[in-house]
């Protein structure tokens, strides 16, 4: 028999993806034809030119053919060679094999070292899962908090649209609640609560409140009194949190530093708020996204929940080993003193500078355009400037025009979200320091003639 479309469940039908859109499609289509296209529409690091590190892909390599250690031991540093080796062993068949559902204890471990050393806080190996990158980890909670059609999970706008998406998916309702753009898009309480209150005067049982940070689309990194106000926000109405933190790498902006929820939810005690955290090797310096590494750490959630947490993870087995072994390079990164370090650190720092440049100058140059405003990026890979539209005109014909006529492939804020009223769009900082100051300049002249 053949599946016709009318067969198929109605939550697929609904589910929208605009990273991946209509006009990315297109831009697919003209690239085809010839057009030179620049791809901002997606934080896909390496296909943009970012270098893997060193570290990381020495370790793979060893990881994925154990034949080249004896090989290697003339070529690769000794460090490399034994990170590569205590994967092995960890995982006790190689990558070729499944692991425990949760992911190799070993790495686990690591993980939870890894947060230790960030946040002095202890995390139970247990209560972390390695996953096929973040994404994954994001649809399990998810799964597992939306019970029934009235469940709603608090996402913020703009959104990152796994998010709106999987809500979707699972039959869910979104709750959105807006960022403040006039204030570097940073969460207000006022904001929190009347989205609540919208939310639960509309019947809507809201379970749960997704924060990202720092921000997708937005660029904003949130400040510890933030973070802490939106802990006591749950607390007070009985919410979990989930913390989407991929970008902790990313921050750019003087003074700006990254804080992690668990760090402040230990630090208020908050035992009567679930928080789940989410890390990934796609972003910060390792822009592995095809390696689909990642893990969650939850705190505060019952053993019986626990169990189920662990069944689903066991329903697909368990989360790919290139992309555990990634995290476990991730988390452990060579110290000072070991031979691995000095490259480390020297491509780290040509990384992180190389998107802190190309963040300032995309946003010096857009804010120099008339007819576009947008805030700094304190951190992630984007921007998301405000647009003025000529009368009759969405953002998505914006974004459509602009792909037509420069080749500058985008993605309309309507994708994300944004409040009534306004347009905009999201780029990513992350094509090479020349072509940035290209897409500044065809940006400009585009919206001179569009307007
Ligand atoms: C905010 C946010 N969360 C999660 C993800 C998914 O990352 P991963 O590749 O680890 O699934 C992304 C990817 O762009 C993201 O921007």
Redesign the pocket.
């Known amino acids: 028999m053949t599946v016709h479309l009318n067969e198929i469940g109605p939550a697929v039908l609904a589910t929208e993806y605009a990273?991946r859109g209509p006009i990315v499609a297109r831009a697919a289509e003209l690239e085809q034809q010839g057009r030179e296209i620049i791809f901002c529409n997606?934080?896909?690091p390496q296909s943009l030119g970012q270098k893997p590190l060193t570290w990381n892909r020495q370790i793979l390599a060893l990881c994925e053919y154990p034949e080249l250690m004896e090989l290697a031991a003339n070529v690769f540093p000794e460090d490399a060679i034994a990170a590569a080796r205590a994967i092995l062993e960890g995982t006790r068949y190689g990558l070729g094999a499944y692991s425990e559902s949760r992911g190799v204890r070993f790495i686990r471990e690591a993980v939870a070292s890894y947060i230790w050393e960030r946040d002095g806080i202890v995390t139970d190996p247990d209560a972390i899962m390695l996953?096929?990158?973040?994404?994954?980890?994001?649809q399990t909670v998810l799964r597992l908090l939306i019970a029934g059609p009235g469940d709603g999970i608090m996402v913020p706008i703009p959104?990152?649209p796994?998010y709106s998406a999987s809500i979707t998916l699972y039959r869910g309702k979104m709750v959105p609640y807006y960022l403040d753009e006039a204030n570097d898009w940073k969460l207000s309480r006022p904001m929190l609560e009347s989205a609540l209150a919208k939310a639960l005067a509309e019947g809507t049982r809201v379970k749960a409140i997704c924060v990202?940070n720092p921000?997708?689309?937005t660029g904003g990194v949130l400040d510890e009194a933030n973070i802490r106000m939106v802990v006591e926000f749950a607390q007070e109405h009985g919410l979990s949190i989930l913390a989407?933190e991929?970008?902790q790498e990313n921050v750019y902006r003087e003074g700006d530093s990254f804080v992690s929820f668990a760090k402040v939810h230990q630090a208020l005690d908050a035992k009567d708020v679930s928080l789940f955290s989410?890390?990934?090797?796609?972003?910060g310096l390792l822009g592995e996204?095809g390696m689909?590494?990642?893990y969650f750490e939850y705190r505060n959630v019952p053993e019986d929940v626990s169990a189920q947490i662990l069944k689903l993870q066991s329903v697909c087995l368990c989360a790919n080993l290139v992309g555990q072994a990634a995290v476990y390079a991730m988390v452990h990164p060579p110290k000072p003193g070991m031979p691995s370090h000095p490259l480390y650190i020297q491509e780290r720092r040509t990384i992180l500078e190389a998107l802190k440049l190309r963040a300032t100058l995309l946003v010096e140059g857009l804010n120099r355009i008339e007819g576009i405003t947008c805030n700094t990026i304190a951190g992630?890979?984007?921007a998301f400037p405000a647009i003025t539209l000529p009368p009759g005109r969405t953002d998505s014909d914006y974004a459509m025009a602009l792909l037509e006529e420069t080749g500058i492939c985008v993605v309309p804020g309507s994708g994300f979200g944004q409040a009534e009223g306004t347009a905009h769009f999201r780029t990513t900082i992350l094509p090479p320091t020349d072509k940035i100051q290209k897409v500044v300049e065809a940006i400009g002249a585009f919206q001179r003639n569009y307007r």
């Not at 996953?131 to 994001?138: E, H, L, M, N, P």
């Not at 989410?278 to 972003?283: A, E, L, T, V």
């Open positions: 990273v997606i934080g896909n996953t096929d990158g973040a994404s994954k980890g994001v959104q990152y796994l990202i921000g997708n689309p989407d991929v970008y989410f890390h990934s090797c796609s972003k996204c689909r590494g990642g992630a890979m984007y």
